[in-house]
């Protein structure tokens, strides 16, 4: 009798304290967010957007990102295999030796154009809030599997109600999201082909494939 009274009080403090927590973001006017994907940005050329899926909803957030740090992301997003860890994938490795947690990853407001981000960081001593690019504070995030919020308010000024055609846009067979490659070295995409080929997917290796040639027919135009 007396372990069932235990197991229910413990049921019930879990459940408390999930609720406090989404009382307390309710509190602060946020919202929980996921990345949707990366597309090429249709505002600053050369660059890309990462659009970010309000949860619940069909309402994305567009992120202009440059090419390195829409290349961690996929890279990540896309269980790819490099030959030598970018410098997220070093982040995620110290954090780990450290004992270091990833608590969440805060997008705090949007001013001229500009997103400004928050990270907690916690061990079992203390808790520490950073200062971060957002860009790093995604790549970071999707390493670590590390819960996203927005503020709502940030929400109200950049967010936009998804259709069909952005449904195909987003999508992971897009042309957008596949161009990612041009953001990748000859030795990246070798060790993506070679992943392909022995998982049998041979459609993605064709195409990394021509991606590698017309890389090395540009570097000796170059060279020449």
């Known amino acids: 009798m007396m372990l069932l009274v235990i197991y229910a ?100 407001k949007f001013v001229d154009g500009v997103f ?13 809030v950073l200062d971060i690019r957002t860009s790093d504070a995604i790549s970071i995030a999707v390493r670590m599997d590390s819960p996203i919020f927005i503020s709502r308010e940030v929400v109200d000024k950049t967010s936009f109600e998804a259709d069909e055609e952005d449904e195909v846009m987003t999508d992971g067979k897009s042309e957008g999201d596949t161009k990612l490659y041009d953001a990748m070295s000859v030795e990246e995409l070798e060790q993506c082909l070679n992943r392909f080929v022995e998982n049998e997917e041979y459609e993605k290796a064709s195409e990394v494939k021509q991606y590698i040639t017309e890389k090395r027919m540009s570097n000796n135009n170059i060279t020449e």
Do not use: N, W
């Open 9 to 108: 009080m413990a049921v019930v403090l879990s459940q408390v304290e999930k609720l406090t927590k989404m009382f307390e973001s309710e509190k602060i006017g946020r919202v929980k967010a996921s990345v949707y994907g990366i597309t090429y940005s249709q505002i600053d050329h050369g660059a890309y957007a990462l659009l970010l899926s309000v949860d619940g909803t069909s309402r994305r957030i567009p992120i202009v990102i440059g090419p390195s740090a829409a290349q961690s992301i996929a890279v990540r997003l896309k269980r790819y295999s490099l030959p030598r860890p970018l410098i997220h994938d070093t982040y995620k490795i110290t954090c780990e030796a450290f004992g270091i947690e990833v608590k969440e990853v805060f997008i705090t």
């Open 116 to 128: 400004y981000s928050q990270m907690t960081l916690c061990d079992e001593e203390r808790e520490v």
